[in-house]
């Protein structure tokens, strides 16, 4: 079993992070679309989306994606990009208000195993923050780099008076981040077998993608209801 989180061997520069964090305050955030999974207030502006537009936040498999206008002003968010040698789909930076919560939930299809993986990177955070994956703690500071496996139960509380900002990235594994996750201490000939859910689990799987109707979600619940 490969670790449900682990943090990359690389930091990035937490003052040049949020300068240019300043550059994307101008734009408007847009709520997360999923408003069963969370309370209080979660937002989003990207830097990466599907229709090129910056207040497009929806994030489905197999998409073109392009960069958004808010990216050529962000240059130190293109040069982190630009360190993952491999495809990248969504960037978007993720925004929690303050006394808010992310309700526990699973993202199907974002674990490593599965050929994705998606990187945190703190760029506004404190010790009043918990991230929780799989039940552990993951102990995110700013500047640092993570990956998580969101396929497991996950949740955030922000239990701060300031927001939590994080810089996410969609990414696409391959012969690179085998090389870098090798490194990390994961079994790369590991599969996550996902016919092993209970029936419960299942059902819960179903509600969530049924939640956001889409092509692949709909191949996703039959293949489920098949089993």
Not at 13 to 19: A, F, G, M, T, Y
Not at 170 to 175: G, K, V, Y
């Amino acid at each position: 079993m490969n670790p449900s989180s682990s943090k990359l061997p690389i930091t990035f520069s937490v003052e040049k992070l949020q300068h240019e964090l300043t550059i994307c305050e101008n734009d408007l955030w847009t709520p997360h679309f999923n408003t069963n999974r969370y309370e209080g207030n979660w937002t989003s502006v990207s830097l990466r989306s599907q229709s090129g537009l910056v207040n497009d936040i929806t994030s489905f498999s197999n998409k073109e994606y392009k960069n958004t206008p808010l990216l050529d002003k962000c240059h130190y968010f293109k040069e982190i990009m630009d360190w993952f040698e491999c495809e990248k789909e969504a960037v978007r930076l993720l925004r929690l208000g303050p006394n808010s919560e992310i309700k526990e939930h699973r993202d199907n299809d974002t674990s490593y195993e599965d050929g994705f993986f998606r990187i945190h990177i703190p760029i506004v955070t404190n010790s009043n923050v918990f991230f929780y994956v799989d039940k552990k703690l993951v102990p995110m500071k700013m500047g640092e780099c993570w990956y998580a496996n969101f396929q497991l139960p996950h949740s955030v509380e922000n239990k701060s008076d300031e927001p939590r900002i994080h810089l996410t990235l969609d990414c696409i594994r391959n012969e690179w981040s085998d090389k870098l996750f090798e490194k990390m201490g994961f079994d790369l000939n590991f599969t996550s077998n996902k016919n092993e859910f209970s029936d419960e689990v299942k059902q819960q799987i179903i509600a969530e993608l049924q939640r956001n109707p889409s092509e692949v979600n709909n191949k996703i619940i039959a293949g489920l209801q098949s089993k």
